[in-house]
């Protein structure tokens, strides 16, 4: 194994975290099923199983797909709180307890030790996210054909290849699109991580506020509230856009599943790939990440 | 014998505080050198301009390296153990040993495990479960285990009882120190190293204040106790410090010839100790 994998599995070792959240969630996920529980679709729209089964085969694999989707999501937005503190203690927790300088007087430059947290960060924890997304997809699949085949309807219905493959798509297209959205605020928390005296936290979260406040009392404007509310939740606005309606049936649940069916979960993804914002996003990550670099490899450990 | 460290003008300030002010030494390879002196002396300060872990003005080289600059290389040939570089609490003994394998190409895991089987360490527990004096036999035997050309050890035995002191200086001289080895050391509690050490820095206010070899030092400088009628005589070869004890004073030459000291009382080698009191008192005097 080389040595960067082996300042990965440190982490690991440190960070619990990171796995233990995943195997809560889809703890909790198999106790909800196991007791009855999971109600599929929004308000337990699947739970009408009779109902369910006259909707055309086109608009139910979309709603599966839509529902596969959605629990991805609870996943990755557990695991973003995960990334989001782990960067904050990634280069804080050693000086804290005070074994930097032990880890600093083995032969390992600073630039692979910030690298390979990073790479936690922003590779390994998306990377468990997809898997715990993946676990999540097959416990509710197999909870939900169990309740199927309890009305009647033949239980292979979850399973459909297309909805499970779809479901893992939308799971990896959205991580990987996370991961270049937050790659910028990840860099930030790890440079604030890296320097703080202590509280990385407060010194991560107080200057942009800090800016934000300064520039609406001051100038009246806000540009820094839009910019960093715009970076933390903007992604969610790109996500589950709805496509042109074409409510052709009846009724209250046929429409609200047609709704439902007409989600895209990919959205306008496209237009973010197509974006500056994108790039620039990308650069001034990896210029946060150099300067993180340089604050561990020059900062003072003992003083 | 070579040159390890090649220190000139080496200095460093703090505000309008002189840290190390124009410091210069130099240390041999096969050596155990007392880096000593009193609390804010600049021992640490040189101590982590010597393994890149501050920066500093002048000239300061260490297996040839620039420390600042290229400590992660000068780290394959250096270990150090300050009582500032603790080991992270979280990690388990075997995972320590897996990681500093996998990463330090000089360390050689079983000469670790020898020393650990000798100490109450287990390899399952988790550092933050182990005794103090437990954690430093299990950095000591990781440090051991490296094939370093340069050992630094700044307070090492801090806070350890007096049993662990002995044995941790004992295991460092016995089984680790060899001629291709070096050593530099700083402590308080000199008694505990002068018969280990082969020479001798002392630092005060930022300066280098005596710089010799420890047989150097046997020979020019003497203890000795002078009988009360001799005691004015005594002066007259102007003693570089003086006290009372047990109806005799004690005084401390440098460069006076034996037979000279002999007429005057009982001769003995100062003890570093009492070297380091007189040298510092009398570089501020």
């Not at chain 1, 404007?221 to 715009?230: A, H, Q």
């Not at chain 2, 300030?13 to 050198?33: C, K, M, P, Y």
């Not at chain 2, 000089?106 to 287990?122: A, K």
């Not at chain 2, 340069?150 to 001289?173: A, C, H, N, S, W």
């Amino acid at each position: 194994m080389s040595r960067f994998l082996w300042l990965v599995r440190r982490e690991l070792w440190e960070h619990k975290a990171i796995w233990v959240a995943p195997v809560v969630v889809i703890g909790c996920l198999i106790v909800l099923v196991l007791t009855g529980n999971v109600h599929l679709g929004p308000g337990g729209a699947l739970d009408h199983s009779a109902a369910f089964d006259e909707l055309p085969a086109q608009v139910q694999l979309r709603v599966l797909m839509v529902v596969y989707a959605g629990l991805a999501l609870v996943v990755f937005m557990v695991m973003g709180v995960v990334a989001f503190f782990y960067s904050l203690d990634a280069l804080y927790a050693d000086r804290r307890d005070r074994s930097v300088l032990f880890w600093k007087s083995m032969p390992l430059s600073d630039v692979e030790t910030v690298l390979s947290k990073y790479a936690v960060a922003l590779v390994v924890i998306p990377l468990v996210a997809v898997a715990g997304a993946i676990v999540a997809q097959f416990v509710v699949a197999t909870g939900g054909a169990a309740k199927l085949s309890v009305a009647g309807i033949s239980a292979g219905f979850m399973f459909r290849p297309e909805a499970i493959l779809g479901g893992i798509s939308i799971a990896l297209l959205w991580c990987v699109t996370a991961v270049l959205w937050y790659a910028p605020v990840i860099s930030y928390l790890m440079l604030a991580s890296a320097w703080a005296p202590r509280g990385p936290f407060l010194w991560a979260v107080l200057p942009p506020v800090a800016l934000w406040v300064l520039e609406r009392v001051v100038v009246g404007s806000e540009y820094v509230g839009d910019f960093i509310t715009e970076r933390l939740f903007g992604l969610y606005g790109l996500l589950g856009e709805r496509r042109g309606g074409e409510d052709v049936l009846e009724g209250d649940f046929q429409s609200e599943m047609t709704e439902l069916s007409n989600v895209d979960p990919i959205g306008s993804l496209r237009d973010f790939y197509g974006s500056p914002e994108l790039w620039l996003g990308v650069a001034a990550a990896a210029a946060l990440l150099a300067a993180a670099i340089w604050v561990r490899r020059y900062r003072d450990e003992t003083s | 014998m070579t040159d390890l460290i090649v220190a000139r003008g080496l200095g460093k300030s703090f505000g309008t505080t002189r840290a190390l002010d124009g410091v210069n030494f130099r240390v041999e390879s096969g050596r155990i050198v007392g880096l000593i002196g009193p609390n804010g002396a600049g021992k640490t300060t040189a101590l982590k301009a010597l393994l890149g872990l501050t920066r500093f003005e002048g000239e300061l080289s260490v297996l040839g390296l620039n420390p600042y600059l290229q400590r992660h290389r000068l780290m394959q040939d250096v270990c150090f153990i300050a009582d500032v570089a603790v080991l992270p609490r979280w990690i388990r003994v075997a995972q320590l040993i897996d990681f500093v394998a996998a990463t330090h190409p000089r360390f050689r895991s079983e000469v670790c495990e020898h020393f650990l089987s000798r100490s109450d360490v287990r390899k399952s527990s988790r550092v933050k479960e182990l005794s103090k004096g437990m954690v430093t036999q299990l950095h000591l035997a990781l440090v051991m285990a490296i094939d370093a050309k340069l050992l630094v050890l700044d307070e090492p035995t801090l806070g350890l009882d007096i049993l662990m002191r002995k044995q941790f200086y004992e295991t460092l001289l016995n089984e680790y120190f060899d001629e291709q080895r070096t050593i530099l050391v700083t402590t308080h509690q000199v008694e505990e190293v002068e018969h280990i050490l082969t020479d001798l820095l002392f630092i005060d206010r930022g300066r280098i204040v005596l710089d010799a070899a420890m047989d150097e030092v046997q020979e020019s400088y003497a203890q000795v106790s002078v009988r009360p009628e001799h005691v004015a005589a005594a002066r007259t070869h102007k003693p570089i410090a003086e006290r009372q004890g047990l109806g005799r004073t004690h005084m401390l030459f440098r460069g006076v010839a034996r037979p000279e000291l002999e007429r005057l009382g009982e001769v003995g080698v100062p003890s570093v100790a009492d070297l380091f009191v007189a040298v510092i008192q009398g570089a501020r005097a």
